[in-house]
């Protein structure tokens, strides 16, 4: 894990491909910015002392505290109380624990789970509204991130 700030130009730069998709997260953007890394893939980019935002793979999203607070209406899945539970446990989110969708996922970018209106994950999506509406098994999404695990026990506690 490394932890370090990055320069407002930086980190506006960052966050403008953000604001073009979530308009409505203008006001977590401030002054400072800190990134705490967790891997190669996973950081959290902490906004003037709160973990507004993940990045996974060069990709910025909201985090789940940002998610819980604004809702946003945008690239969500919404899921059964089995798929919730084993998601919880780190599981990845299976097909048939698909309730509902929002019909503008993409494959290859970011989504996030919720459990009737709550978000509980935040994943990598691997497939396409059309493969969601064919298939009713296999690995749809790749949960890299939820409720109450070790990066956010670490990043909530601060």
């Known amino acids: 894990m490394r932890r370090y ?19 409505e997260l203008k006001n977590y953007i401030g002054k400072t910015f800190e990134v705490i890394e967790f891997n190669e893939n996973f950081s959290y980019l902490i906004v003037d002392g709160e973990p507004n935002f993940i990045i996974y793979k060069g990709i910025a999203f909201p985090s789940l505290k940002v998610l819980k607070e604004v809702e946003i209406n945008k690239y969500w899945i919404l899921v059964d109380k089995g798929a919730a539970k084993s998601i919880l446990n780190g599981a990845d989110l299976m097909r048939p624990g698909v309730i509902d969708y929002d019909k503008n996922i993409r494959k290859d970018y970011l989504v996030y789970i919720k459990y009737e209106r709550f978000p509980i994950a935040i994943g990598y999506n691997l497939w396409n509204v059309e493969e969601y509406e064919k298939n009713e098994k296999g690995k749809c999404v790749k949960v890299f991130h939820y409720m109450n695990d070790k990066y956010y026990k670490y990043v909530c506690s601060k």
Do not use: D, M, T, Y
């Not at 320069?7 to 308009?23: C, I, M, T, Y």
């Open 5 to 23: 700030h990055i320069k407002g130009s930086q980190a506006r730069r960052l966050l403008k491909n953000l604001l073009q998709e979530f308009p």
